[in-house]
T-cell receptor
Framework: DAKTTQPTSMDCAEGRAANLPCNHSTISGNEYVYWYRQIHSQGPQYIIHGLKNNETNEMASLIITEDRKSSTLILPHATLRDTAVYYCIVRVAGTTDSWGKLQFGAGTQVVVTP | DAGVIQSPRHEVTEMGQEVTLRCKPISGHDYLFWYRQTMMRGLELLIYFNNNVPIDDSGMPEDRFSAKMPNASFSTLKIQPSEPRDSAVYFC?????????????FGAGTRLSVL
């Protein structure tokens, strides 16, 4: 699976949009971009995933560049509860051998301030 | 559904003792994963099962670690004998096969301290 690069940390004001970048310049055509987050003392939580189209759900939006070498997770209206470590993960879908593996990097520590 | 249930939430033991961590996956899920998280190494996949069969145990650190899944609703991770460097938070996660999706649902974790 392709490696990802994320900023170590970022701050965001409550109520504002948080834009979390992720670089995955070696991504292959069959690799998806997944985002998880981990709130302190909890297990990681799935947020969203996509292949090449932009995606939106109740938690966030995922914007993937046309060349798929980078993506941005957008939390539209950050709240204090969004303070967490956010992980960007690239992985192959549908391959039995590697299907189960999620390789977590260091992620981005996001702090939402009042 | 109650989600992935792990027990105990906290475990304190002495070096050399056997430790057993338990996990109940979400009903209907066919994949189960064991992860370990430390400050130094982050979140690492130890082993995962598909339909109760171990698929990849390459992340298991050494022979002192073993994992079993006797049925679809229960799995254990055992450390024998335990060592202080095994101190970490151990997470269990489960997921189900659904096309391209690989949404893993994590438990609350077991915080292990080996003295």
């Amino acid at each position: 699976d392709a490696k990802t690069t994320q900023p170590t940390s970022m701050d965001c004001a409550e109520g504002r949009a948080a834009n979390l970048p992720c670089n995955h310049s070696t991504i292959s055509g069959n690799e998806y971009v997944y985002w998880y987050r981990q709130i302190h003392s909890q297990g990681p939580q799935y947020i969203i995933h996509g292949l090449k189209n932009n995606e939106t759900n109740e938690m966030a939006s995922l914007i993937i560049t046309e060349d798929r070498k980078s993506s941005t997770l957008i939390l539209p209206h950050a709240t204090l509860r969004d303070t967490a470590v956010y992980y960007c993960i690239v992985r192959v879908a549908g391959t039995t051998d590697s299907w189960g593996k999620l390789q977590f990097g260091a992620g981005t520590q996001v702090v939402v301030t009042p | 559904d109650a989600g992935v249930i792990q027990s105990p939430r906290h475990e304190v033991t002495e070096m050399g003792q056997e430790v057993t961590l338990r996990c109940k996956p979400i009903s209907g899920h066919d994949y189960l994963f064991w992860y370990r998280q430390t400050m130094m190494r982050g979140l690492e996949l130890l082993i995962y099962f598909n339909n109760n069969v171990p698929i990849d145990d390459s992340g298991m650190p050494e022979d002192r670690f073993s994992a079993k899944m006797p049925n679809a609703s229960f799995s254990t991770l055992k450390i024998q004998p335990s060592e202080p460097r095994d101190s970490a938070v151990y997470f269990c996660a489960s997921s189900f096969t659904s096309g391209s999706k690989n949404i893993q649902y994590f438990g609350a974790g077991t915080r292990l301290s080996v003295l």
